[in-house]
């Protein structure tokens, strides 16, 4: 019985025939070492067919790293402007992170390409624990979010902290997102989708967990005042 199999030397996920047919003869980051040899750099064609590298720190590992589509079923949009994903989504895993530490990971785009914000889909720390997973902008704060240089993207992540899909420490770090450039709307509408806010602390609860909320609120404050009638009786 045949079986077909491809080989990862690096163990990102990605086959190494892929792999070394990055730009610079496989040395996508241009480190002068190829990047089948290194667990902690990655490259792969993006959803358009072009290659993207991914980076981290040595000693860190990249895994599972994939270019993917949204799935998510809503197409993100920034008040009246629109979001022109380029190089599509990309999601991976860092593992040897310090736990509770920091990592970071460069995307080194095709050349010629850039981008000017980063959207995350996931969690935030402190969302409300019905609050489902929704798209956020991951711009730098000064300690996590993403920075821009060139056709370089920087992301700054904390173990267990935004951005990190996983939300605990645990010596990994997961991402879905991906790179985007902001551009004008001129109908001044977003045309629909997710509108996101630059501050990801403005967070709305969908209408049903409003709902929700509020009936269990009002059933707390009607077995209290049942209680304190029939101690009055």
Not at 5 to 31: L, R
Request: proline residues 6%; glycine residues 12%.
């Amino acid at each position: 019985i045949p079986v077909l199999a491809t080989a990862s030397n690096d163990h990102d996920g990605i086959p190494d025939a892929i792999e070394s047919a990055a730009p610079n003869n496989g040395d996508g980051n241009g480190d002068g070492v190829a990047d089948i040899e290194q667990d902690h750099v990655s490259s792969l064609p993006n959803t358009f067919g072009q290659y993207v590298t991914l980076e981290t720190e040595a000693g860190m590992r990249l895994v599972n790293v994939q270019a993917i589509e949204n799935t998510t079923g809503v197409t993100p949009t920034a008040g009246g402007a629109t979001l022109t994903f380029q190089q599509g989504f990309f999601s991976f895993l860092v593992e040897n992170v310090p736990v509770g530490g920091a990592a970071t990971v460069t995307l080194h785009l095709p050349p010629g390409h850039s981008a000017t914000t980063y959207l995350k889909y996931g969690k935030l720390p402190g969302d409300f624990f019905l609050f489902p997973p929704h798209w956020y902008v991951f711009d730098f704060d000064g300690q996590t979010g993403a920075q821009f240089t060139g056709n370089k993207v920087v992301l700054h992540f904390v173990d267990g902290g935004r951005g990190d899909n996983v939300q605990t420490a645990d010596g990994t770090i997961a991402d879905p997102g991906g790179p985007a450039l902001i551009s004008l709307d001129d109908s001044g509408s977003s045309g629909g989708g997710c509108t996101l806010s630059r501050s990801p602390d403005r967070r709305t609860l969908p209408v049903d967990f409003g709902v929700l909320l509020l009936c269990l609120l009002a059933l707390r404050q009607r077995l209290i005042t049942t209680a304190v009638y029939r101690r009055r009786r």
